[in-house]
């Protein structure tokens, strides 16, 4: 039995720990169409507000590639989604323990990529944790489950039950009572998705940012993009700015995000497979790197595994680059990440 939440307070800090930083006309009202300059346009997808930022041709033709981009956005979230009882992800739970379930290459790829990641992580990622569902952050929805429901729940969090069977097209959770949560997972490959539907569009020139995580092609008016990072002991301020052109991915975690405060403890979404509760110890972590494949999940992981974990981490990815904040205050930044970020100067 849940037990609903009454008392604390909320946490109104909410906020991306990365974010666009854009001249001021790359960023006229969302689906305004001027003859020549970038072009924006904003929706809600993925339980965020998603930006598209495209730059270099006919204005028109940028506002029609910007709206097949989201379209296919959109489709991959209705297959990806454990909160659409008619996703691929919410059928295969419905099935937990009775049948395998057809999926598609795309939600194939998902599935085999968090379990690379689990494995990787020593279960520090686990795309099983929809099993601890009594979990609620939504604003005016905080419930925090009851420690009996939490028990109960993690004997169905466990990744060594997600069977893949990319010969048969299938995936199968094998025990009754399992659930799906690819949150930590999803969301950067389709944000990659739609970036990829404007290159094959013809824009060469093209930011999409998803609730923190940001990915660029290309170049903004001839510069590159500019991306910031916010402080996570004090968000209103910026660490600095990193300039990326061609392919770029800046990717960020934290508990920041859905979340809310009881007793002095900031409980949010990103829960540890292990304990069945929110992470503690990490704030926030931001990654850097020249593709998605090298980060994707390991922002999640990375929280639940501990600050201790990070420089080790990196050590064995020098391609990526690295900040993480801890609870404590602390921060930890790799000589890569120190390299990229640059003073604000507007």
Not at 8 to 28: H, K, N
Not at 42 to 61: C, F
Not at 155 to 160: L, Q
Request: include cysteine; proline fraction near 6%.
């Amino acid at each position: 039995m849940s037990n609903e939440w009454q008392g604390g307070r909320l946490s109104r800090r909410r906020f991306a720990l990365v974010l666009p930083l854009l001249g001021a006309a790359a960023w006229a009202p969302p689906g305004k169409a001027w003859a020549n300059g970038p072009q924006r346009a904003s929706r809600n997808l993925l339980g965020t507000r998603v930006d598209i930022v495209a730059d270099g041709g006919d204005a028109t033709q940028l506002q029609a590639a910007i709206g097949l981009a989201f379209g296919e956005m959109q489709r991959l979230e209705a297959l990806l989604s454990r909160y659409r009882e008619d996703s691929v992800v919410s059928r295969i739970g419905q099935a937990a323990g009775r049948h395998p379930v057809a999926v598609s290459p795309e939600v194939m790829a998902v599935l085999a990529n968090a379990r690379q990641v689990w494995r990787e992580s020593a279960g520090a990622f686990d795309p099983t944790v929809g099993a601890l569902s009594g979990w609620h952050f939504e604003p005016g929805q905080q419930t925090i489950p009851a420690p009996a429901e939490i028990a109960a729940e993690l004997r169905h969090v466990g990744a060594r039950h997600l069977q893949l069977d990319a010969r048969a097209g299938t995936a199968y959770l094998t025990e009754r009572g399992m659930l799906l949560d690819l949150g930590g997972i999803a969301k950067l490959p389709i944000l990659q998705a739609g970036l990829r539907v404007l290159e094959r569009e013809g824009v060469a020139n093209a930011l999409v940012n998803g609730g923190g995580d940001v990915l660029v092609s290309g170049r903004l008016q001839g510069r590159p993009w500019r991306v910031g990072v916010r402080d996570p002991r004090a968000p209103e301020k910026l660490l600095g700015a990193i300039e990326v052109e061609g392919f770029g991915v800046v990717a960020s975690s934290g508990d920041y995000e859905r979340c809310f405060v009881v007793q002095g403890r900031r409980l949010h979404h990103v829960l540890d497979p292990h304990t069945g509760w929110p992470t503690t110890g990490v704030h926030g972590v931001a990654l850097l790197a020249r593709d998605v494949a090298p980060v994707n999940g390991w922002g999640t992981a990375l929280m639940v595994q501990g600050m201790g974990a990070v420089p080790a981490w990196n050590a064995r990815r020098p391609g990526v680059a690295v900040l993480a904040a801890g609870a404590d205050g602390t921060l930890w930044q790799s000589s890569g990440m120190a390299a990229a970020l640059r003073p604000v100067t507007g």
